[in-house]
Every structure is written in structure tokens, then in C-alpha cells.
């Protein structure tokens, strides 16, 4: 097989694997929050409940080794996704009852659930999968087709929703229902199309000849080693307060977009919404997220961590303008969203780099799993309470507090101990 075709095989299978881990995250993490408020749940149990849900994300690392150990990494992804798919038909199911948002919830608990293992052993087969040389090459387009998925998710997904809802104005949840069927189809597609494609690496092969004492000596061993980190203190803070704004944000940002404008709101319809996210902030999601990793190569972490700190909390600031002006312009809506994502591309760049920069040594892949599932929980805890603040306080009040709860990143950041060549470009 020559290399073009060989390429050709793996395009096959890498661009919808890495659709299919990006999906089901959005869904969970953003769509569900705008579907609750449609159906007409409060903005304190959407933050609350949805925002529990980023916990299999925050103990991904306690059970990643259980997927190396446990069969191969392509019956993990398998699996997954016929799973992912019956998860999707449960919501779907359960919306129509008295009790939809119980039972529906429970469905995206099992979503979430399966997604984070999704994540692990989609991650872990790429390895195995692809020679380090494919790896470097297929990295872009990994990346890619995860962004697809956001905009497929945010976007097209949430506009499919708002034009049923417009067809059928009195049954709300029918136009959602049909949405999650969608969502269940299609990985009931992806399951079989896999199950064809996916390559069986001879590397992917499940550990038996580990014990559960080397086991646990080594997973207990990976863990003291990481919070015996020197600064382990900063790090810790550094991760849980370096979004403390955006994990607020995140979870009220599309409720008051919807929300009337007698209760503060800007009174989108949820198409409007749709776009503003999947379009508009999208694109200067990932455009921010180029530019980051553009600039960081060129100079490094730590000339640009000050830059990249400003530009995803600063941006906070257009909710502010949104609410006290209430404007009903779609074009400065959408505008505000766009330079709100494009600082939050750029800004996440650093996070992203500096979780790298600590996972650095013996265990840098177990590390950096540790690290990841720290960042989860930096948005799930602000989140969590949330809307319980913005009911309390209505949402002009609200969106300055969340300038006001960056404040804290900035005091911790001064402290951190980065060294000026990491991330630069070398000539090795």
C-alpha cells in the first residue's frame, strides 16, 4: 500500500471518529442547556444539574487505566457508541413526560458517562493507530473535524431544533424529541460504519498480565507524584480560577439570550441562538484558537500568558453591554458573541499550554489527564451555582459579578513560575 492510499484509509475513519468524540460533549455541555430552557426549566436547575454533569470529564483520569487494561481500544469506541446512541433515544423518549426533565437528565448522565470513555479510548487508539509521522501529519485535521462537531452541535443541530419548534409552537418538547432522535440515528450510523472500518492494530490489545496490586501501586503512585509537584498550590489555583468567570458565564450566557425581555433577557428565538453560536462564535472560536497557537510558537508561554489572560476574561465584558442595553440587534448580538469566542480561543491557548507544561516528565500522559480533569472541575463548580446567583440577582448584576470573579485569575497568574523557552519553536 503506498502512502496516498494508505492516508487515504485512515482519512476514512479518523475524521467522523473525531466527530463523533466532539458531538456528544457539545450536546451534554451546551445543547441540553438551551433545551431545558426552552422547556421551560429554571436557570438555577439548568447550572445546576447540567453543570454535574461535567463530573465524568473531572474523574476521567481514576478510570482511563481501567480502558487500557479491559479489552481493545477499538471495542471500546464501539461500544461507546452504540451506548451514546441508546443515550440519545432515552432523552428523546423521556421529553414528553410529566417527568421529562428527572428522566431525561438520567440519559445524559449516561451520555456523559460514555462520551469521557469515548474520549479515552478514542485518544489512545490514535496512538496505536497511526505511526508517529501519521500522528504529526493527521493532527489538523483531528482538530477539524472536532470543530465540525461544535458547529454541527451548536449550530446546525440547535437551528433544526428552533425551525420544528416554529412548526409546532404549542409542542415544544416534540421538536426536541425529534432532535435527539436525530442524534441517536446518527450514532447508531457511526457504530455500524466503524464496527466496517476501523483498522485492528496488532498494539491494541487489552493488558492481562497486570495485576490489580501493580495496578494500584502505580495509579496511586501517579497521583502523589503529581500533587508533589513543586508550586503545586499556584497550579491548583491557577487551574480552578483561570475560568472561574467563563464557567459562569458558560451556563447563562444562552438562557438569557432566550429569556424575554421582561425577564432581562435579549428574547432570541432559538434558530437566532443557533447561529449566533454555531456560525458566528464558532468561527472566531477557532480563529482565536489559531492565532493562539500561531503567536505562542513564536515567542512562548510566557510572554503571551498576560496577553491570552486578558483576552478570555476581558470579552465578559460585551454580556454586560447586552444586558443593560438590551439590544435587539442580530448583528451586534452576533457581533458581541463572536469577540467574546475569539478571545476565548485565544485565551484557552495558554490554559492548554500550561496544563502541557506542568504534565512534563515520567507520567506526562497520566499527568496531563489529572490536569484535564482539574480543568472540568473549574467550570463545574462555578457553574453549579450559577443560576441560582442570577436568579438571585437578575442577569445585568449578574454578568458584572462575572468580570468581577475574574479578578482572582489574575492574582494567582502573578506568581506562576513558567519557563521563557517553553512552547517557542526550536530548530531540532
Known amino acids: 500500500m503506498t502512502e496516498n492510499q494508505q492516508k487515504a484509509k485512515i482519512w476514512s475513519w479518523l475524521t467522523t471518529l473525531y466527530f463523533a468524540e466532539g458531538l456528544p460533549y457539545i450536546v451534554v455541555m451546551s445543547v441540553s442547556v438551551i433545551m431545558y430552557k426552552r422547556l421551560g426549566v429554571s436557570n438555577t436547575d439548568i447550572a445546576l444539574y447540567t453543570s454535574w454533569l461535567y463530573l465524568p470529564w473531572v474523574i476521567k483520569p481514576i478510570w482511563s487505566p481501567i480502558v487500557d487494561i479491559l479489552k481493545t481500544k477499538r471495542w471500546w469506541i464501539i461500544t461507546m457508541q452504540l451506548l451514546l446512541g441508546a443515550g440519545f433515544a432515552g432523552v428523546a423518549l423521556t421529553l414528553t413526560g410529566p417527568s421529562f426533565f428527572k428522566y431525561s437528565l438520567a440519559f445524559l448522565w449516561l451520555v456523559a458517562f460514555s462520551s469521557a470513555t469515548h474520549d479515552i479510548s478514542i485518544d489512545g487508539f490514535y496512538m496505536l493507530a497511526l505511526s508517529k509521522h501519521n500522528q504529526a501529519w493527521f493532527i489538523g485535521i483531528r482538530n477539524t473535524a472536532y470543530r465540525f462537531a461544535m458547529i454541527f452541535g451548536q449550530g446546525l443541530l440547535i437551528i433544526f431544533a428552533g425551525y420544528l419548534e416554529t412548526n409546532n409552537p404549542d409542542n415544544i418538547s416534540f421538536a426536541w424529541m425529534i432532535s435527539f432522535f436525530v442524534l441517536a440515528g446518527l450514532f447508531i450510523l457511526f457504530f455500524l460504519y466503524n464496527n466496517y472500518v476501523l483498522p485492528k492494530p496488532a498494539s491494541d490489545t487489552k ?62 428565538t432559538t434558530s437566532q441562538v443557533g447561529f449566533a453560536y454555531g456560525t458566528a462564535g464558532i468561527i472566531a472560536l477557532i480563529l482565536g484558537g489559531i492565532l493562539g ?69 515520567n507520567y506526562k500522559t497520566a499527568h496531563y489527564a489529572i490536569a484535564t480533569g482539574l480543568m472540568a472541575l473549574g467550570m463545574m463548580i462555578p457553574g453549579m451555582l450559577s443560576g441560582w446567583l442570577q436568579e438571585m440577582i437578575g442577569y445585568k448584576e449578574f454578568f458584572v459579578w462575572v468580570c468581577i470573579s475574574t479578578i482572582p485569575a489574575f492574582v494567582i497568574t502573578k506568581f506562576l513560575y513558567i519557563d521563557p523557552e517553553f512552547g517557542k519553536k526550536t530548530n531540532d
Do not use: C, H
Open 207 to 268: 493488558i492481562i498480565e497486570l495485576t490489580v496490586q501493580l495496578f494500584s501501586k502505580e495509579f496511586i503512585k501517579t497521583f502523589i507524584l503529581f500533587f508533589k509537584k513543586k508550586q503545586i498550590i499556584i497550579i491548583l489555583l491557577f487551574i480552578l480560577l483561570y475560568r472561574l468567570g467563563e464557567g459562569q458565564l458558560a451556563k447563562i450566557a444562552a438562557p438569557f439570550l432566550l429569556d424575554t425581555k421582561e425577564a432581562g433577557g435579549l428574547a432570541l
Open 293 to 361: 497557537g500561531f503567536v505562542s510558537a513564536k515567542q512562548g508561554l510566557k510572554y503571551w500568558i498576560w496577553w491570552m489572560l486578558i483576552a478570555i476574561n476581558l470579552p465578559d465584558l460585551v454580556y454586560v453591554f447586552l444586558s443593560f442595553t438590551q439590544t435587539s440587534s442580530l448583528l451586534l448580538i452576533n457581533t458581541a458573541i463572536a469577540v467574546e469566542q475569539f478571545g476565548y480561543g485565544f485565551g484557552f491557548t495558554a490554559f492548554l499550554l500550561y496544563l502541557i507544561y506542568i504534565s512534563e516528565g
